[in-house]
């Protein structure tokens, strides 16, 4: 699914704290509500992992993230499908990709 200008305007500031990184490429963060946040370049494009302990992240946090981290850039998000052959390393954790030009 792809957001829109209209979606990124009603983004809210989030303040996140940077945290050790347990992977070697990126940065970490914590923000409000349990939300842990890891987020690098791949093949130049910006990715962007958000998760919390017990429950998926909600559409308005993954804008919110994505806006305090990288505003004025555009997103991919995701359509999670829950019989979907990939693992992910945390239980609820989605991905948010920069869009490509």
Known sequence: MRATNED???????KLEE????????????GPGGLHV??????GEWHI???CEARYPTWDELR???????PLRRFNLPIPKPQ???T???NFCLHVYEERP
């Not at 990124?8 to 989030?14: D, G, I, N, Q, R």
């Not at 992977?23 to 963060?29: C, D, E």
């Not at 890891?38 to 093949?43: D, Q």
Request: hydrophobic share 40%; glycine share 2%; charged share 20%.
């Open 8 to 14: 990124f305007s009603l983004a809210k500031p989030m």
């Open 38 to 43: 890891l987020c690098n370049r791949e093949y």
């Open 19 to 30: 945290v050790v990184n347990p992977l070697p490429v990126g940065r970490a963060y914590r």
């Open 88 to 90: 992910n390393l945390h």
């Open 64 to 70: 919110d993230v994505c806006w305090a981290l990288k």
């Open 49 to 51: 992992n958000v998760s």
């Open 84 to 86: 979907d052959p990939y």
